[in-house]
């Protein structure tokens, strides 16, 4: 069963991200000072023998003080597709 980062913002359904092929998976929050903006990431890369690499993104939203963000770092064969896909590196 494949890594799995489950992330739960304030009182949401979790995600679960993750896949059995994924090379990276990261899980991030940023603040930055001069926008005065905080941003949650959670996404990962598949790095295959295949000329291209696909970056995979579950979750990306801007934060507000108070919010709550728990991750549970588990495994499991359940996992949420991606919302968003990109192939780097096709010509």
Same mark, same amino acid.
């Given at each position: 069963?494949?890594?799995?980062?489950?992330?739960?913002?304030?009182?949401? =359904?979790?995600?679960?991200?993750?896949?059995?092929?994924?090379?990276?998976?990261?899980?991030?929050? =940023?603040?930055?000072?001069?926008?005065?903006?905080?941003?949650?990431?959670?996404?990962?890369?598949?790095?295959?023998?295949?000329?291209?690499?696909?970056?995979?993104?579950?979750?990306?939203?801007?934060?507000?003080?108070?919010?709550?963000?728990?991750?549970?770092? =588990?495994?499991?064969?359940?996992?949420?597709?991606?919302?968003?896909? =990109?192939?780097?590196?096709?010509?």
């Amino acid at each position: 069963m494949p890594l799995v980062f489950q992330v739960q913002l304030n009182d949401e =359904t979790p995600i679960r991200a993750g896949d059995h092929a994924i090379s990276v998976l990261t899980a991030m929050v =940023t603040y930055v000072a001069s926008n005065q903006e905080i941003e949650v990431r959670v996404g990962g890369l598949f790095a295959s023998q295949s000329p291209g690499k696909e970056h995979v993104e579950w979750l990306q939203r801007q934060l507000q003080v108070g919010d709550r963000i728990v991750l549970t770092v =588990t495994r499991s064969g359940d996992v949420d597709p991606p919302a968003q896909r =990109t192939v780097e590196g096709m010509a």
